[in-house]
Structures are given as structure tokens and as C-alpha cells.
């Protein structure tokens, strides 16, 4: 596993910080909770690296015709989770690319194994205030209808984080811009 690294002033990265250069002959699958950044953070990775970006929540839209929204309010979160592994599973072909997730995908045993096995996953952080004021902005998220957006993340937070902490990098991307966050990605896996 490699180290954590923080944007704004963590360990040295890349070959001169001693790390040697992860291969890049597989997917790089962001997880983290949700506001995140992984859909923007993992657009100009993307770019950065010169490979393609796939967005899971969008091609479970895509799939089914319905927002992720109509799938959690007509069929649940259980439902919900099942095809996002089966999309997942689909993205996950061997191939390079960069993969944004949805907050809850790497929470589930199945997907999060087979993330694990078969591409490099990379956990984005930021600390609970950082990410209510982010989901602000939309009204999209089905975990935060109706409810108190901070109490939701920090609980989410206190679930999940120590299984994203299983992810092969940690990378913190609390109030820097996400240039910042893509210039760790890279460093971390020595590019």
C-alpha cells in the first residue's frame, strides 16, 4: 500500500521521493464518500494521464434509463447497490482508465474485492464540513434527502472511512484546489 499524501504539504512523492512508479496497465478507480471531487479530481486525472474517464453513476443511468435518485426512491439502496456492482464489474476490464465511484460502491464487499484484485484504487478524504459544503450545491443526493447533511457525512464518515482506508492510496483533499489532488494522485502513484 502506499502512503497517504496531502496536497497541501504531505510526504514527497514520485521516484525522488522514493516511491517507484505503479504500472499504469490497469484501471485507477477513485472511491470516497460523496462531494468528494472524485467525478472532477477524476476528469483531469484523466486528461493528465492521457486516458480515458468513466463515471460509474452515469453508466448506471445510462443502463437503466433513470437517475441514480428514481433507482433509490423505485427499487433501494439494496437494488441500487446490486447494479452498481454489475457496472463495476463491467468498467473493471483490464483496460487503463480512470473510474469515478459513487460514495457508497467500495463499501460493498463484493465490488470493493473486486477493485482491490483487479485495479488501483485510489481514496479521496476531506473532513465531513468540507464535503456539506459541497453537496450543497445539488440536490442529487438520495442519502441526503430530507435530512441533516452533516450529520449524515460525519456518520457516513465514522462507517466508512476505515473501510476506504483499505484503498492501495490516501489521498486528503480537504480545501485545495483539485488540481492540487490530481498533482498528489500522480505523485503517489510516481508519475
Known sequence: MLQSHNPSGG??????????AVPIDRPIVLVGLMGVGKTTVGRRLALRMN????????EIEAAS??????????????YFRDGERRVIAR???????????GGGAFINDDTRALILRDATSVWLSA????????????????????????????????????IYAQAHIHIVSNKTPHEATVAAILRALGR
Not at 91 to 101: E, H, N, Q, V, Y
Not at 128 to 157: C, F, M, Q, S, W
Open 127 to 162: 473532513h465531513p464540513d468540507i464535503l456539506v459544503e459541497r453537496v450543497g450545491r445539488r440536490d442529487t443526493r438520495p442519502l441526503l434527502r430530507n435530512r441533516d447533511p452533516g450529520k449524515v457525512l460525519a456518520e457516513l464518515a465514522r462507517v466508512r472511512n476505515p
Open 91 to 101: 468498467l473493471i476490464d483490464g483496460t487503463p482508465k480512470i473510474i469515478a465511484t
Open 11 to 20: 510526504p514527497p512523492g514520485g521516484p525522488a521521493g522514493g516511491r517507484r
Open 65 to 78: 434509463g433513470m437517475t441514480v435518485a428514481e433507482i433509490f426512491a423505485k427499487y433501494g439502496e439494496e
Open 51 to 58: 486516458l480515458p474517464f468513466v463515471d460509474a453513476d452515469h
